[in-house]
């Protein structure tokens, strides 16, 4: 069973950056897709960027596309979320997942981490 632990979240003002991780412990399936979502008080949980295994095919919610890249460090088994000219919009608690298929649904998303939280300031 794979477990994911986020790390790098914090408080940052606008226009600045942050860089996320989320360690694997353990090996999933080499067709698996690894994803980061968002989310609010309030809001249901939102998805941001996802990414294969094999560190491709990354693609972008509209809401972040040319301000953040996904990628993967696959000897290290370690996520990535860079995040740059971030935006009071972009606070929330930002959650790592793995799941078997190219869908930006959380449904189909099995394992989740326990979240980092990101804060952006004016």
């Known amino acids: 069973q794979v477990q994911l632990t986020e790390s790098g979240g914090g408080s940052v003002q606008a226009g600045g950056s942050l860089r996320l991780s989320c360690a694997a412990s353990?090996?999933?399936?080499?067709?698996?897709?690894m994803a980061w979502f968002r989310q609010t008080p309030g809001k249901e949980r939102e998805f941001v960027a996802l990414?294969?295994?094999?560190?491709?095919?990354?693609f972008y919610a509209d809401s972040v596309k040319g301000r953040f890249t996904i990628s993967r460090d696959n000897p290290e088994n370690t996520l990535y979320l860079q995040m740059n000219n971030l935006k009071p919009e972009d606070t929330a608690v930002y959650y790592c997942?793995?799941?078997?298929?190219?869908?930006?649904?959380?449904?189909?998303?099995?394992?989740w981490g326990q979240g980092t939280q990101v804060t952006v300031g004016y």
């Open positions: 997942a793995i799941g078997s298929q190219y869908e930006r649904d959380e449904r189909t998303y099995h394992t």
């Open positions: 353990g090996r999933a399936s080499s067709n698996s897709v």
């Open positions: 990414i294969r295994w094999r560190n491709t095919s990354p």
